[in-house]
């Protein structure tokens, strides 16, 4: 983090500039990622899913028609 007075880089774990004395602002908390599963949202792997087995079933279901 850089001293907002001096410019001078601190570690994060610091709460007075080493250089200039001033005290540093706290860090931001960082926000929590989004649940993923192999790169991809959650919802992008139920929408998949429910795609492969209503084609699926959609085959299975078919009635032949007469004649063919």
Known sequence: ??????????PEDKTICWRCQTTLPRPQ???????????????????????FLVTTLGQCMMIPTPGA
Do not use: E, H
């Open 1 to 10: 983090m850089n001293c907002p007075n001096c410019g001078k880089w601190n």
């Open 29 to 51: 908390p960082k926000k929590a990622k989004r649940q993923t599963f192999a790169g991809f949202p959650i919802w992008m792997w139920v929408a998949l899913i429910l795609f």
